[in-house]
């Protein structure tokens, strides 16, 4: 390779910032004999294989990938682990033989190895590449307390690249911000907060048996459809729910449900709030069940109006 073409290459999909051109490309890593694969070595877990080639890829400047495995039923006999495009080993699953002392324990061999590259290493920059980048305790910590607080997660990473100093600083990038509070936090915080707030209904039923509630969960525990109203609002539509609007005009921002409101008029022409209810969309048959529910919690008894948007 000459010099006008010797810059580090990444693969594209795996980096996600370009270097100059005019960058000088760093030496070939020397990576310290212990941490590099050779036929024989043997592992007690496939998982710790993983790490092993893991730590030896990023030593390297490179990223591992699994490029094929070997199932027996749904047991795993081979798996090959490739390096930056390149075949570098091979996992074999070995039984133990007779004379170990723990026969049930069986252990991964590397039986193969290749490991000539066919362009630079850059080791510097294997932290940028997908599978080395992470976010430990203290970062994690920050994003959901900056969540929570309602920061957004562009001026969350802005805060991290000011508190070290500039992008390259960082082993992590603002995707991978936004991808921890999505996969996560989020997701964590939806579930937990739908289970709060089914206690909250049962204790509110068991302090008044007047209290009426209905809850429907997603696969994942989250609210697909929710209605309740207090004792209050049901001994309101006794006198006021002649004529009763229901409206979805208000949404909530956090988990993009739809809140719906019951309303009557009392006899000084006030608003009167007869039911609440949360949705996941505005779809028939969410409303269906939400009329049954509100009939179910009003004893079925015919209305003389129903205005809606």
Wanted: charged share 30%; aromatic share 10%.
């Amino acid at each position: 390779m000459d010099d006008s073409t010797s810059d580090c290459q990444l693969n594209q999909g795996e980096v996600d910032y370009e270097f100059e051109s005019n960058e000088v490309p760093e030496p070939l890593s020397v990576v310290d004999d212990q941490f590099v694969p050779k036929v024989g070595m043997t592992f007690t877990t496939l998982e710790d294989a993983g790490k092993f080639y893991k730590n030896y890829a990023k030593a390297a400047g490179f990223s591992t990938r699994v490029r094929s495995t070997n199932r027996k039923g749904n047991e795993i006999k081979n798996q090959l682990i490739t390096l930056a495009e390149r075949e570098i080993g091979n996992l074999k699953y070995l039984r133990p033989r007779r004379r170990i002392r723990q026969p049930d324990v069986g252990a991964w061999i590397i039986s193969k190895v290749v490991l000539d590259h066919s362009h630079p290493c850059c080791p510097s920059k294997a932290e940028m590449l997908k599978q080395h980048r992470e976010l430990n305790m203290s970062i994690r910590r920050t994003i959901e307390n900056n969540e929570e607080a309602g920061i957004r997660p562009s001026k969350t990473y802005q805060s991290f690249v000011a508190a070290v100093g500039g992008h390259r600083e960082l082993n992590f990038m603002e995707k991978d911000v936004r991808n921890y509070i999505t996969r996560e936090v989020r997701n964590v915080s939806e579930q937990e907060d739908t289970k709060e707030f089914g206690k909250y209904l049962l204790r509110m039923k068991e302090k008044n048996q007047n209290f009426f509630f209905e809850l429907e969960l997603e696969e994942d525990q989250s609210i697909k459809l929710a209605f309740w109203a207090d004792a209050r609002s049901r001994a309101a539509f006794e006198y006021f729910g002649d004529v009763t609007s229901f409206n979805t005009t208000y949404n909530t921002n956090r988990y993009n449900l739809v809140c719906g409101s019951f309303v009557g008029v009392n006899h000084h022409g006030q608003s009167t709030l007869l039911g609440c209810s949360l949705m996941k969309n505005e779809e028939i048959e969410s409303f269906k069940w939400l009329f049954q529910c509100w009939l179910r919690c009003i004893g079925g008894n015919a209305l003389k109006g129903f205005l809606t948007d």
